[in-house]
């Protein structure tokens, strides 16, 4: 099971986190991974300068927006689940 923790801090929330936990939620039905994906919020990450946060297994995605919400999660969900897009 691959765990995905996405950052809904003050800072994260102010920067979008919950439009993207729904664009990989969307993401995550779209390619059928429920079984494969476990999704979560989180608290406090420690990068808040970096935009929205999100730990990945044991990499970090920073810079995380709505706006590229859906190629972060090709780069890091899918490529790393080998999924054919």
């Not at 936990?21 to 494969?36: A, P, Q, S, V």
């Not at 730990?55 to 190629?71: M, Q, R």
């Amino acid at each position: 099971m691959l765990r995905i923790y996405i950052c809904v801090g003050s800072s994260c929330h102010l920067k979008g986190s919950y439009c993207v936990i729904n664009t990989f939620e969307e993401l995550i039905k779209r390619y059928g991974l429920e079984d494969l994906v476990e999704l979560k919020a989180s608290f406090c990450l420690g990068r808040c300068t970096k935009g929205v946060s999100a730990k990945v297994g044991d990499t970090f995605i920073e810079d995380l927006l709505p706006e590229n919400a859906e190629e972060r999660f090709n780069e890091f969900i899918l490529q790393r689940l080998m999924v054919r897009v």
